[in-house]
T-cell receptor, first 114, second 109 residues
Framework: IAGITQAPTSQILAAGRRMTLRCTQD?????MYWYRQDLGLGLRLIHY???????GKGEVPDGYSVSRANTDDFPLTLASAVPSQTSVYFC?????????????FGQGTRLTVV | GQNIDQPTEMTATEGAIVQINCTYQ??????LFWYQQHAGEAPTFLSYNVLDGLEEKGRFSSFLSRSKGYSYLLLKELQMKDSASYLCAVMDSNYQLIWGAGTKLIIKP
């Protein structure tokens, strides 16, 4: 089934540890996004990539990094996790950046930093 | 600044009609999206409006007034499975989505 796969689905992480959230899509979409979703707040964009080899900062990029080595994969890394990074993380993709197209979401990763 | 406002929570009865409002102030406008998100799941696309007026898709309709910075999602013949959060998002001048916090809709029998 085509779509976006995120791993892991949930994780408890000790503060100070490094963690990479994985995201893979098989729809050959050019644009990919990482959002965090917190109770009472809307989805907030962390980082995005309009095409393989390029990345950009979103609304809340501090403490996170991304890479886009190829079209399909867009991992998100927390270099040194802090409790405020406890959240649900969604990876998303869309066909064409700079155009109006719907975004497709992965099932999310629930991360708890203790 | 950019801002999307929606009610936090609404309650409706099975079989009834409910209207979820969304007001926005953004840097530019390239359309407004509505997404549905069931608890613990990913958001899924419902509708898109870029011109003023009503777009109908089965039991769901979405309305847009660009001059008022206002949209609503209308759900008819409510079913228990419609219990979910409904997210309003505006695509700004940079083609980035700005999201509202979502409206949790509770359907009672």
């Amino acid at each position: 089934i085509a779509g976006i796969t995120q791993a892991p689905t949930s994780q408890i992480l000790a503060a100070g540890r490094r963690m990479t959230l994985r995201c893979t899509q098989d729809m050959r979409h050019n644009a990919m996004y990482w959002y965090r979703q917190d109770l009472g707040l809307g989805l907030r964009l962390i980082h995005y990539s309009n095409t393989a080899g390029t990345t950009g900062k979103g609304e809340v990029p501090d403490g996170y990094s991304v890479s886009r080595a190829n079209t399909d994969d867009f991992p998100l890394t927390l270099a040194s996790a802090v409790p405020s990074q406890t959240s649900v993380y969604f990876c998303a993709s869309s066909d064409s950046p700079g155009q109006v197209t719907e975004a497709f979401f992965g099932q999310g990763t629930r991360l708890t930093v203790v | 600044g950019q801002n999307i406002d929606q009610p936090t929570e609404m309650t409706a009865t099975e079989g009834a009609i409910v209207q979820i409002n969304c007001t926005y102030q953004t840097s530019g406008f390239n359309g407004l999206f509505w997404y549905q998100q069931h608890a613990g799941e990913a958001p899924t696309f419902l509708s898109y409006n870029v011109l003023d007026g009503l777009e109908e898709k089965g039991r769901f309709s979405s309305f847009l007034s660009r001059s008022k910075g206002y949209s609503y999602l209308l759900l008819k013949e409510l079913q228990m499975k419609d219990s979910a959060s409904y997210l309003c998002a505006v695509m700004d001048s940079n083609y980035q989505l700005i999201w509202g916090a979502g409206t949790k809709l509770i359907i009672k029998p």
